[in-house]
T-cell receptor, first 116, second 113 residues
């Protein structure tokens, strides 16, 4: 069975600090997909990034970067020079590609609070 | 494209009442999902559908029913509402390949008193 753990329930930082949100996953499949979603205070979930199990390249998009490491089953998300607008709940999710139902499993989410 | 739309945005129900939460997507997605989100508990899957006429239970289906008569619509029915069903409900849709992201609706905040 697939499982996603986001051990950090809440993180509080001051603006301009760097912050890393952890995501650890479990799966028996060799083909799987990892996702990050953002849920701002307005409530709607927004897709941020997808990674497949065959692509361990790290990704950078502006102030956001993602570190995928199969050796530690982790897909961590770093925000550099955080801003108040980054305040949100962030969810990591996993879906299996073979033998699974394709239905994603979500972590419990990490609430990030960025203080001015 | 409107994406995924949900109605109503807010609703207060009395214990024992019934209601239907509406969800419509205009992206021709095969897969549709209903989640509930309780404070600090993340998203729990209630029901999902892999195509018109096909539905299946998720993690927390008790007290809910769904139908999928068209590709676009995936209503969620609450029968005999209970205070434990107070939550925010999200509908989502995606293409069938597991590598495709989900698109979420704006949510329905339901309170059962």
């Amino acid at each position: 069975a697939q499982k996603v753990t986001q051990a950090q329930t809440e993180i509080s930082v001051v603006e301009k600090e760097d912050v890393t949100l952890d995501c650890v996953y479990e799966t028996r499949d060799t083909t799987y997909y990892l996702f990050w979603y953002k849920q701002p205070p307005s409530g709607e979930l927004v897709f941020l990034i997808r990674r497949n199990s065959f692509d361990e390249q790290n990704e950078i998009s502006g102030r956001y970067s993602w570190n995928f490491q199969k050796s530690t089953s982790s897909f961590n998300f770093t925000i550099t020079a955080s801003q108040v607008v980054d305040s949100a709940v962030y969810f990591c999710a996993l879906s299996e590609g073979q033998g699974g139902s394709y239905i994603p499993t979500f972590g419990r989410g990490t609430s990030l609070i960025v203080h001015p | 494209n409107a994406g995924v739309t949900q109605t109503p945005k807010f609703r207060i129900l009395k214990i024992g009442q019934s209601m239907t939460l509406q969800c419509t997507q205009d992206m021709n997605h095969n897969y549709m999902y209903w989640y509930r989100q309780d404070p600090g508990m993340g998203l729990k899957l209630i029901y999902y559908s892999v195509g018109a006429g096909i539905t299946d239970k998720g993690e927390v289906p008790n007290g809910y029913n769904v139908s999928r008569s068209t590709t676009e619509d995936f209503p969620l029915r609450l029968e005999l509402a209970a205070p434990s069903q107070t939550s925010v409900y999200f509908c989502a849709s995606s293409y069938s390949h597991p590598g495709n992201e989900q698109f979420f609706g704006p949510g329905t905040r339901l309170t059962v008193l």
